[in-house]
C-alpha cells in the first residue's frame, strides 16, 4: 500500500477550495429544482379561469393566475423598463397604472415590448382613452432586481427604469394598489408579448451544477495524484542519494 504524502500546501488549497465548489453545485441543484416549480406553477394557473381583481388581491400567493380587468389606463405615469432585447433589438417594456373599475384598485399592467432603436428620440407609444375590458397575468419576478440609475421621483414621465417596483410607485402617487406587475395578454392595448417565464430554464442549472461537480472531481483527483507521485518521487530521490554516497 502506497503512503500518501500530498503536502501541505496541497492539503490547505483542496481544504479551502472543494466545500466552496460543492456548495455552488447544489445551489445550481436548488435552483434547478426551484426554476421546474416556477414552470409547473405558471402552467397549471395558465389553464385556470381569470378572477377578478377583488379575489386576486386576496391570493396568499398570486404568481402566474390570469386576472380580468375592467378599466382605464392612466396615461400620465407610464414606466419604460430599459435593457429589454427581442431578436437582438434594443428596446423597453411599457408599464402604466390602470385602474380597475369593479374593484377600485390600481394595478400597474406591462402592455409589452417596443424598440427604441436611437436613445436621441422618444420612445412612441399611444394609451387608449376608453374604458376596456383586459386579460392579464401576475408576474412575480423569482428573485430581487437590481436597479441602476433610476429616475428620481417626481421627474419627468415617462420614468426610465431597469427594474419596477409597483409597491414603491403607489407610494409614490398615493394610491392603493396592486403590489405586483401585471403582464397583458394579447388585446386591444398590446404591443408585443413574448416574455419568457424565467430567464434561465432548470436545465441550465444543471448544466452549470455538473460543472461545479466537475471541478470538484478534478481537484480531488489531482490531489491524490499529487499526494501518491510525491511519494514516488521522494522514493527515488531517496535512491539516488544513498547510491551516491555509497560511491
Not at 31 to 57: C, G
Request: with cysteine; hydrophobic share 40%.
Amino acid at each position: 500500500m502506497r503512503p500518501f504524502r500530498p503536502g501541505l500546501v496541497p492539503t490547505l488549497v483542496v481544504f479551502a477550495l472543494l466545500p466552496g465548489l460543492i456548495a455552488l453545485g447544489c445551489w445550481q441543484l436548488r435552483r434547478a429544482e426551484e426554476k421546474r416549480q416556477l414552470l409547473d406553477s405558471y402552467a397549471e394557473r395558465r389553464i385556470e379561469a381569470p378572477v377578478a381583481v377583488a379575489q386576486l388581491v386576496q391570493l396568499p400567493d398570486p404568481a402566474f393566475y390570469r386576472v380580468r380587468l375592467f378599466g382605464q389606463f392612466d396615461p400620465e405615469h407610464s414606466l419604460l423598463l430599459d435593457n429589454r432585447l427581442r431578436d437582438g433589438q434594443a428596446g423597453v417594456e411599457l408599464l402604466q397604472p390602470f385602474h380597475d373599475q369593479a374593484s377600485g384598485q390600481w394595478l400597474l399592467v406591462n402592455r409589452g415590448w417596443l424598440p427604441w432603436p436611437d436613445r436621441r428620440v422618444p420612445v412612441r407609444f399611444d394609451t387608449p382613452a376608453q374604458h376596456l375590458a383586459l386579460q392579464a397575468t401576475v408576474y412575480v419576478p423569482p428573485g430581487s432586481s437590481f436597479q441602476l440609475h433610476p429616475d428620481p421621483p417626481g421627474g419627468q414621465w415617462p420614468h426610465l427604469l431597469t427594474a419596477v417596483d409597483p409597491a414603491q410607485l403607489w407610494q409614490q402617487l398615493a394610491r392603493e394598489g396592486f403590489a405586483h406587475e401585471l403582464r397583458l395578454e394579447p388585446g386591444p392595448a398590446s404591443y408585443r408579448l413574448d416574455w419568457p417565464v424565467v430567464a434561465m430554464g432548470p436545465e441550465k442549472h444543471l448544466g452549470y451544477a455538473v460543472q461545479w461537480f466537475a471541478l470538484s472531481t478534478a481537484l480531488v483527483l489531482l490531489y491524490l495524484y499529487f499526494g501518491w507521485h510525491n511519494d514516488n518521487k521522494e522514493k527515488r530521490h531517496g535512491r539516488r542519494h544513498e547510491s551516491t554516497g555509497r560511491a
